[in-house]
């Protein structure tokens, strides 16, 4: 078994952080690599050190002195290694780094120094070999990556250091010069390094047991969700469901390797664990719905018009949205008429004149306008082997009073979306989640 562990900000953000690290990687050997980001926020009211680190640059881009915030940034960091009784000379690195602040250095340079010092510390700490994200994580001008060469350097690193501490967020690009992802990039890193080093599973330890059924801030101590597969995970997340973000989930989705979201404060927390497919469930095992997730201020443009043929009216629809730049979420058929549900945002300014195309171009006989609709989305994979699913997901919201106003259904039946009013939206939710999951 290999494992690679990425630990996020909140696991790092202070020696009593490190502490339950040192505990979660030394209770299993096969945690061969271990990914570390920036030291987060220790509080509410505290200050991640990528924060402080951008706030510097912008100081020294506006010939404004930094050395206030750079004072508290080498203040965190002393203050770790002190606790933790290392020998790490940090003070020599932040005088490097005081040296070069100026308004040339190179914002992803400075950023990048969070994670490298919080690795550094963190490698001493665990006894892992420090390898350098500028050494390994091979990044091309695009931002997309080298796997090839990341993966050979991390195999040939691992055969004379079997225990490594990479720092997220931050790559080499040709010629050397360091880059930085987009924000929250320690996660992308370590699955990364999970696909480099052909590991069995990826864990991500945040300040979360895993991926909960519903929003918590709708439905009071939502469950975690247990297992999840990654397709499931990406119509959750498309729905708007809080979850890592698709860049991150990708690598690793793609070589088939599962990951696992735990939590560092409750590591007896099994988290969620993703997969890329759940194979001998009985129906009976689990709830048949995985999770609900939902987003509010969606369009209903329903269009009539008698004879209609379907494609080439769909056509020219599609090709009027296109033009105004609406991805089209749903479409739902009449025998005269088709509906299609796009999100109002998108939609914006443009809601008369596209209405008014559609009227012309198709020549229909009425268009009318559901203004204020929220998607509320009941995924799960054994919904499509359970006859009688959408009737009882009917039957419980109609009994709360919530309006239905347009159904979608996947093709593969991995999902159920429900179209209701936003001032229903939060009813929907909590109404789902009581029938069926909690
Ligand atoms: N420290 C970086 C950030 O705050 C990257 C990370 O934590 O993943 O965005």
């Known amino acids: 078994m290999f494992k690679v562990a990425k630990f996020g900000g909140s696991s790092v953000s202070s020696a009593a952080q490190f502490e339950k690290v040192k505990k979660i990687v030394s209770s299993d050997p096969s945690r061969h690599i271990v990914v570390i980001s920036a030291a987060g926020k220790r509080s509410s009211d505290d200050h991640k050190l990528t924060d402080l680190l951008y706030l510097c640059h912008a100081h020294l881009t506006y010939g404004v002195s930094c050395n206030d915030i750079f004072k508290a940034i ?22 490097n780094l005081k040296a070069k602040l100026n308004k040339d250095i190179s914002v992803d340079y400075l950023v990048s120094r969070g994670e490298y010092l919080t690795s550094r510390l ?13 050494d390994c994580i091979f990044m091309n001008f695009d931002g997309s990556f080298d796997s090839e060469k990341i993966g050979s350097t991390i195999k040939a690193i691992l055969k004379d250091h079997p225990n490594i501490v990479i720092p997220g967020f931050y790559g080499s690009l040709p010629g050397g010069k360091i880059r930085v992802m987009s924000r929250g990039g320690s996660d992308i890193t370590g699955s990364i390094a999970a696909v480099a080093a052909g590991a069995d599973i990826y864990e991500n330890w945040t300040d979360v047991s895993g991926i909960l059924m519903a929003d918590p801030r709708i439905v009071s101590n939502p469950k975690p969700i247990p297992r999840i597969t990654y397709a499931e995970l990406r119509e959750l997340a ?12 990708q690598p690793v989705k793609e070589a088939g390797i599962a990951l696992n979201i735990r939590n560092t404060n409750i590591p007896e927390d099994e988290g969620t664990m993703i997969v890329p497919s759940i194979g001998g469930e009985k129906l009976s095992d689990e709830r048949f719905i995985t999770g ?7 369009d209903i443009i329903t269009v009539r018009k008698h004879n209609m043929n379907v494609n080439q009216s769909l056509r020219q629809a599609l090709e009027i949205f296109d033009a105004y730049k609406v991805n089209v979420e749903h479409i739902t058929l009449g025998l005269d008429s088709f509906a299609v549900v796009a999100s109002a945002f998108q939609i ?18 009425d268009v009318q306008i559901q203004e204020g609709i929220a998607l509320v989305a009941a995924v799960g994979r054994k919904m499509s082997f359970r006859p009688g699913i959408s009737g009882k997901l009917f039957r419980a919201l109609g009994q709360e009073g919530v309006n239905i106003r347009t159904i979608a259904q996947g093709s593969d039946e991995l999902s159920i979306i429900l179209g ?19």
């Open 348 to 365: 914006g300014e443009g809601l008369y004149n596209i209405c008014s195309e559609l009227q012309k171009t198709l020549r229909a006989s």
């Open 292 to 298: 609900i997730a939902g987003r509010r201020n969606f």
């Open 74 to 95: 080498c203040e965190r960091f002393i203050e770790i290694r002190d606790a933790l009784h290392l020998d790490y000379k940090i003070e020599d690195e932040l005088e």
């Open 238 to 249: 498309f729905m708007g469901a809080s979850v890592l973000h698709e860049e991150s989930v």
């Open 420 to 438: 209701v009013d936003n001032s229903q939206y939060e009813s929907a939710v909590r109404v789902l989640y009581d029938s069926f999951a909690g």
């Open 122 to 134: 963190m490698a001493e700490y665990l006894g892992y070999f420090f390898l350098d994200a500028s």
